[in-house]
């Protein structure tokens, strides 16, 4: 398991976690706009492996891939993030998130090596389910790298406990059925969700999909462990494309705001 | 009786072709798959869920398809006899309604109220679009904007029988992009939908389910070519985009280790062009909607577009049993360019008043060159799986010619 993610939750506040794509709209900028949000105080980073068919994102993720790779990221890009990330904040946890294709063709060992040696601390990957995940999974615990299972509205009793079985880290419930930036839940559904899922598991319970805004962040965070936002950030980055001081502005502003929802 | 070492026994309970299939999607989407998977189990032994299909694929598809013998193309070439199974006959003018009658049946029988399918030369859309009008359900294809372009007599088929058609303008704005957003609409609305996929390609079950579908292919030209011939087949041939009608033909013969199997890739603008199809002759292991198998895919595992005139051929991966098959090297790989497949359209047209589609015309292609190596008492049988009249402005454009 991981010392960072596991140290993070062990100061009880609830946590505020961001996506943004690696790479996205290009490198430098992708490191600056971290560095923003890790000033802000936010406390997990999630960077997303940029991949040509995002099955899982709406039209906002999908497009920020196609910036990334447009400007040529590779996997190993990815890596140079985190390193650059790790040259200025050794805490925080930084989870890579992405879709399997691109971890299977570096392949498993190699990819969890160069997790581990650039300072990883977990792996949410969409495409890959408990059936499928033990090579994964081995490679990634003998590395001290947490596997991060996710949780949907459609997950029944049965499929919970076949998904708590092996997952470390936290636990990263997916509150719509849905791709990522389109609707949000309805909360008192959710928080019922989330109160079942308590029952079976000490594991922290971290919300992500369809949250938006602080309003969202305030209404979600007392009964989570925590929250993501990621397509609004990366809307900010499309809309300013033209003018990156702007950019990275506005997503000081933004997160800022997300924050200070947190702590009320 | 189950015999050793079959070929005929394949996915295991995983949905693993030796290292391909599996199943690969969001969390969102697992437990209804597993549901499909149990239905699938149960119909599998259900007579009356044979009873039913049989009807409709006698009475509504037009089953079974004639097995031609092509005289003229067989003496021109100088070669084996060449047969043609005629799938192009059924209703819609394609194998693909085979699958859809199942799949619709299915869906059906596990109360779902909305049906969704992709499409790249719109041969399965208008299948699907097909079985909903018959079975009165709202129908949801999408399909590539560059696709919708190029196949438009399709396009409005589908319209006319009741289908919204969303246009996808994503990534290559094909068949692969369709499926992206195919696989994105079902996670949004898993519970009413069921998603009819239209090649042996996809999450564990559907690579076995449209494959078993399919095989009524060669089931019935088992039986044709012991009536015709009082022996079975030396070679059987088909072409191979997602490589349903390929498994259809070939799945029944597989452990008639005598039979010879050949498969044909779109080559595109050739092999070393780098825009082609040829996901085996090209590609390498991947993971793409739902299985793992080959894709054309960059060295940073990014999937590569395909291009192949024939829409129905291009996309960048293949159906988890042809990665399996060409490993165990129990069917050979080939590949015919854009060229080459309207070269061997003409030829068809010319020599026996059949217009296939670009696709089928591909393995056309490729039997033509190789014929003289087989024979004059050898048999071969090229599955004719679509015709070719959505295809008559794509070729009108090659050839220069307005219509």
């Known amino acids: 398991m991981s010392e960072r993610i596991k140290k993070i939750f062990e100061a009880r506040s609830k946590k505020l976690v961001t996506f943004t794509t690696g790479g996205d709209p290009d490198l430098n900028t992708s490191l600056e706009i971290l560095k923003t949000i890790i000033d802000n105080g936010i406390d997990i980073i999630e960077i997303g492996m940029p991949f040509s068919d995002p099955m899982a994102d709406g039209p906002t993720i999908q497009e920020s891939s196609v910036r990334s790779l447009a400007n040529g990221t590779k996997i190993n890009d990815i890596f140079e993030i985190v390193m650059a990330v790790r040259k200025f904040n050794n805490e925080i946890p930084i989870i890579l998130m992405g879709y399997y294709n691109s971890i299977f063709n570096l392949g498993i060992d190699n990819f969890t090596t160069k997790c581990a040696k650039t300072g990883i601390d977990g792996l949410i990957i969409v495409d890959l389910q408990p059936e499928e995940d033990s090579e994964l999974y081995t490679k990634s615990k003998e590395k001290n790298i947490d596997l991060i299972r996710l949780i949907t509205p459609t997950t029944d009793q049965k499929r919970l406990n076949t998904i708590l079985n092996n997952a470390s880290g936290f636990l990263y419930y997916v509150t719509v059925t849905g791709i990522t930036g389109q609707n949000s839940a309805n909360i008192e559904d959710l928080k019922k969700s989330i109160n079942t899922i308590k029952t079976s598991t000490k594991l922290p319970i971290v919300a992500g999909f369809g949250i938006k805004n602080r309003n969202d962040v305030e209404q979600i965070s007392p009964f989570t462990d925590g929250v993501v936002v990621g397509s609004s950030i990366v809307n900010i980055i499309k809309e300013n494309l033209n003018d990156k001081h702007k950019m990275i502005n506005k997503i000081k502003t933004f997160t800022k705001d997300l924050k200070e929802g947190m702590n009320e | ?403």
């Open chain 2, 1 to 403: 009786m189950t015999i050793k070492n079959s070929y005929k026994q394949l996915p295991n309970e995983k949905g693993y072709f030796g290292s391909f299939g599996g199943r690969y999607v969001s969390e969102t989407l697992m437990p209804l798959i597993i549901e499909v998977e149990k239905e699938y189990i149960k119909i599998k032994s259900d007579k009356n869920f044979k009873k039913e299909l049989n009807h409709y694929m006698k009475t509504y598809v037009g089953r079974p398809s004639p097995l031609f013998f092509a005289e003229r193309i067989t003496e021109d070439l100088g070669g084996p006899k060449i047969y043609f199974k005629r799938d192009e006959l059924n209703h819609t003018g394609a194998h693909k309604i085979n699958n859809c009658m199942g799949q619709i049946l299915l869906a059906k029988r596990m109360g779902k109220k909305r049906i969704i399918a992709e499409t790249g030369a719109g041969q399965h859309g208008v299948a699907t679009a097909t079985v909903c009008a018959l079975f009165g359900l709202p129908c949801i294809v999408y399909m590539g904007e560059k696709d919708i372009k190029r196949q438009s007599p399709n396009v409005f088929r589908m319209k006319l029988l009741g289908a919204e058609i969303r246009s996808v303008k994503t990534g290559s704005k094909s068949l692969k992009d369709a499926m992206n957003e195919a696989l994105r609409d079902w996670v949004t609305n898993v519970k009413d939908t069921f998603y009819i996929i239209g090649t042996a390609a996809g999450p564990h079950p559907y690579p076995a389910m449209v494959r078993d579908f399919q095989s009524v292919i060669g089931e019935e030209v088992r039986q044709q070519i012991l009536d015709a011939e009082n022996r079975l087949p030396d070679l059987l041939m088909a072409c191979i985009g997602g490589g349903s009608n390929a498994l259809g033909l070939f799945h029944e013969f597989l452990d008639d280790k005598q039979i010879e199997m050949i498969a044909v890739e779109a080559a595109g603008h050739g092999l070393d062009s780098g825009e082609h199809a040829a996901s085996l002759s090209g590609g390498k292991p991947g993971i793409l909607h739902g299985n793992k198998t080959y894709l054309l895919q960059s060295q940073d595992g990014q999937i590569d577009e395909a291009h192949s005139i024939s829409a129905g051929l291009d996309y960048p991966g293949i159906g988890p049993e042809h990665s399996y098959l060409f490993e165990q090297k129990r069917v050979q790989y080939m590949s015919a360019t854009d060229k080459e497949a309207i070269e061997a359209f003409q030829y068809c047209c010319n020599l026996e008043g059949i217009i296939p589609a670009l696709e089928p015309s591909h393995a056309l292609a490729v039997l033509k060159k190789i014929a003289k190596k087989y024979s004059k008492d050898k048999i071969v049988v090229m599955n004719m799986c679509g015709r070719g009249d959505k295809d008559i402005f794509t070729i009108a454009e090659e050839l220069n010619i307005k219509l």
